[in-house]
């Protein structure tokens, strides 16, 4: 396998799906854009041989389609799969013992291996931030961006690499208050294994060392941002892989990787913060500035022929897309043998990932009732709110099969089923004053906001529309409904200017439709700012109506009831209009769009690259 971004471009090439752009290329919007209309196109993986303002070529769309990624880790990924799936079931080892014999040997050669400092350092150069690829994705970014980092650290009161954390969380190169070559920011969510180490350092009283690893085998990179099983480290997963152990040694108290194309080490010093952001977020929206963990650097390292590997973020679906359906074929089912009862979960990409999980889970507490209801529903929806990176999610939409023939990942047909079957009176189940993604800024605030669990079983109770209904053809302020799915509508309402004004427009709304019987079948009503958008395709309806609503502010109802603290209704209606302290969302500058016309006209490097 590859021991560098070098080698992955060079065999990517060979097999034809790699184009290289040999013209100059602008890291401020153009690059990214670039990016976003190949990716889009379903085009290729691409080395940028000639970066403004820098010696350094950049990669990207390496890993833009599952079927490139399998392909880059074609030699490792089965016994990969095994080793896995021997940490989820070891059950299955003592069962099929010859079966794993192999998985045993993999395993065993992919702890990592600590070399000697002065050999391994003999093939970097030390350089400054200002050498890098300074790529600059949206307009509106606060400065340049890594964006397929390793940042690692290590436990202040257990060091060494079997306590180590390596996540992926963006870092900022330059920009806003950060004094170039010294400084540089880190932005991560409170939950990540990093977190919990400055939290340590703080307490102690010292700084945190953070060694951030940028490009080397494709495995780190994709190690850096899976689900792992307890006792399996990033590293050791890296080693894997990679089908190489994870090469390290230290100087000046960091941890380097020898396998890396560059690296940057810094410290993190208690309380030390400065503004970071905005940034063009996977949600499709930017995040905006606030106080993150400012890096003092301390150090940048580049190989002799480094490759700086980037992606770009934005509304799904995007290259991360495709990195999270590998992660799904590479964990399998380990989220069933994590939360017992669970059959699936699907974090639904095109609401941005985290505001909408799909589940399917066992309903075996009341096997003798006459009513089927969700019992066994809800304590699994706990678990699941409870669990890693689902935590952050604000919709779980849970059913139980009793067919075995619910897939989440049809989306339109899970929620039709769902909703042929919700007690909309019962079944809501909301979680107020909670914490959502740091990058959702649908709640009141940052990491604050709302959940609701919604849970349906039993028989059929409705048949969904299949047009819209009249009533919401006749509704005075609200225009222009029209059928998303069956049993799903989105409305057009007036601009949103507060809550307190949207609490008397929904009452108006409700009042002129629920005395009518056939908007019961259409359980779900969206209140949006443009109805003809959000009907257009099932991926619109679900980024805007899950990435633009707050459960516990956003959810209304046809005859709703509350009763000993628990609030239902016949029909939900979600006001996914925006709201004023919602994040902007991302818009390409067309000038940067008409400027890159270049890399795709006749003789031009992109010319074989069909897009629109």
Known sequence: MFQNIEECVKDLEKSGQLVRIKEEVDPYLEMAAIHLKVHEAGGPALLFENVKGTNYQAASNLFGTVERSKFIFRDTLEATQNVIAMRNDPMNVLKNPFKHIGTGLAGSKALPQKRSSKKGME????????????????????????????????????????NANLGMYRVQLSGNDYEMNKEIGLHYQIHRGIGVHQEKA?????????????????????????????????????????????RYSYVDGYCISHDADFVITGEIHPEDTKPEGPFGDHL???????????????????????????????????????????????????????????????AVDAAGVHPLLFAVGSERYTPYQKVKQPAELLTIANRILGTGQLSLAKYLFISGDEKRELETRRESEFLAYMLERIDLQRDLHFQTNTTIDTLDYSGTGLNTGSKVVIAAYGDKKRDLCTQVPQPLKETKGFVNPLLVMPGVVAIQGPAFSSYETAEKEMQQFTAAIEKHDSVLTSPMIIVCDDSEFVSHTISNFLWVTFTRSNPSHDIYGTNSTYKHKHWGCDSMIIDARRKPHHAPPLIPDPSVEQRIQRFFEKGASLEKVKVD
């Open 284 to 346: 499709g929206y930017y995040s905006l500035v606030h106080p993150f963990p400012v890096m003092k650097v301390h150090k940048v390292y580049a190989k002799k022929k480094a490759v700086w590997p980037f992606t770009v973020v934005g509304r799904p679906p995007q290259e991360d897309t495709a990195f999270g359906d590998l992660i799904h074929e590479l964990t399998g089912e380990a989220v069933t043998q994590e939360i017992p009862g669970v059959k699936e979960v699907h």
């Open 202 to 246: 703080n307490r102690l009283g010292v700084p945190l060392k953070v060694s951030i690893f940028i490009g080397g085998p494709p495995a780190h990179t994709l190690s850096s941002v899976m689900p792992l099983p307890e006792g399996l480290s990033e590293m050791t997963f890296a080693g894997l892989l990679s089908g190489r152990r994870f």
């Open 123 to 162: 093939e970097f150069d030390e350089i400054q931030i200002s050498d890098l690829p300074m790529i600059h994705h949206w307009p509106d970014d606060g400065g340049a961006f890594v964006t397929l980092p390793q940042v690692y650290s290590e436990d202040p009161e257990k060091p060494g690499i079997m």
